[in-house]
């Protein structure tokens, strides 16, 4: 994340249709995947407290939404992606990845089915060109249509438990009864929303998708209605941490086209048994011969720093063990945590291994992933 400074080029940046709603909030503004976002308001720990035992409000209109339709968009998504697509029904969602041929991963991204044959795919904002490409390249002639509708959407996440109470008083009460990774479509005062139960904060919530002029109505109403609900804007600073707290999984970050998803700890996602896909034989073979690096979660002191991405990981006795992904301060365990890929054996929990934090050997100790799991989940 790169933090922007006066006189930087900030006009070049593509910008939300939140954009001047952020700046009237006073948020700190930086660079990320191509945008002007908020990176925090009013503090990184504040908020990302307040989602824990609050509810939070997240501008996300940066990530990507492409909607797939047609007679084989069913079959066209199964052969692209490493989940099994037949396990959900019009009205649900999955979580699953877009595999290259030797395994490694294209993009995680969210599929909802709306309806029997139409799709809508939630992908990462920094890969929203990449992911486009691929779906092209492999996109049948006929039988499917894509409509790449990013710069026309805006999505808006509503994260924390005030958000059931919060957005049954805005008008959608069957949030509260639905499951995790449920999506429909409903017409909140003249406005059609696309309302999924996912997120990406560990935290029960929303995600709501509506065209661009809507946005700011959207925003603006549920602050509204969410001020006796303790809400809070909340930027991408406390994301993250939320999101590695929760073990949940960041593009560039845990994933890339170099690792696969059973290196990832995503082996849940891979259905091998579902027929071909791109990446099979890849993640047959690491199935049968096993893998020589695995996700795992690792905490060490406060006192100690804090561990970043790219740090390297050292066995015990001194030999280059890994590399740390992701790391972070973890304001509800007030320890420092972190994720690195390590060799299996060496990941499992209750193992201690040392990190290189500004040229010092810190001992931290491997542990059961996800660092942060609430009592209802």
């Known amino acids: 994340m790169k933090v922007m400074m006066e006189g930087d080029m ?42 824990r035992t609050k509810v939070g409000i997240f501008d996300l209109a940066h990530m990507g939404e492409v909607y797939f339709e047609g007679p084989d968009a069913f079959a066209y998504l199964q052969s692209i992606t490493c989940n099994d697509l037949s396990k959900i029904k019009p009205g649900k969602c999955q979580y699953t990845l877009l595999t290259i041929p030797g395994g490694g991963v294209v993009d995680d991204l969210i599929i909802y089915q709306l309806e029997s044959q139409r ?4 992908i990462n904002a920094s890969n929203i060109e990449n992911d486009i490409a691929w779906f092209r390249e492999h996109l049948p002639i006929g039988g499917v249509s894509m409509t790449n509708v990013s710069d026309e959407t805006t999505l808006i996440a509503i ?3 005030n958000a059931p109470n919060l957005l049954s008083e805005f008008g959608l009460p069957e949030v509260a009864k639905e499951k995790p990774f449920r999506v429909f479509e409903k017409n909140v ?22 065209p661009n002029e809507c946005a700011e109505w959207l925003w603006d ?23 590695l707290e929760a073990a949940y999984s960041l593009y560039g970050h845990e994933l890339d086209r170099t690792t696969t998803p059973y290196e ?16 099979k034989d890849k993640l047959v073979e690491q199935k049968e011969k096993g893998i020589t690096r695995r996700i795992a979660g690792l905490v060490t002191e406060r006192k100690n720093g804090i561990p970043r991405n790219g740090m390297k990981v050292y066995a ?12 972070a301060f ?27 934090i500004r040229k010092q050997k810190v001992t931290a100790e491997t542990v059961r992933l996800p660092f942060y799991k609430r009592a209802d989940a």
Request: net charge negative.
């Open 10 to 51: 900030t006009d070049e940046l593509k910008k939300t249709a939140l954009h001047q709603k952020h700046v009237e909030l006073g948020a700190r503004m930086i660079e990320f995947a191509g945008f002007h976002m908020p990176v925090w308001y009013t503090g990184m720990i504040e908020e990302h407290m307040a989602v």
């Open 119 to 122: 799709y809508l795919a939630v």
């Open 159 to 161: 994260q924390g438990p």
């Open 189 to 210: 005062r003249g406005n059609l929303i696309t309302v999924a139960t996912t997120g990406y904060t560990g935290e029960a919530g929303v995600e709501l998708i509506v």
């Open 221 to 243: 109403s549920l602050l509204e209605i969410g001020a006796k609900h303790q809400i809070s804007p909340i930027g991408l600073g406390a994301r993250d941490t939320l999101r």
């Open 264 to 279: 990832a700890g995503l082996d849940w996602t891979v259905k091998l048994d579902k027929g071909d896909f791109l990446g």
């Open 316 to 327: 015990m006795d001194g030999s280059e063990a890994g590399v740390v992904t992701s790391g």
């Open 330 to 356: 973890s304001p509800i365990l007030g320890m420092n945590i972190a994720l690195a890929y390590l060799p299996p054996a060496l990941g499992e929990p209750g193992n201690k291994v040392q990190l290189e």
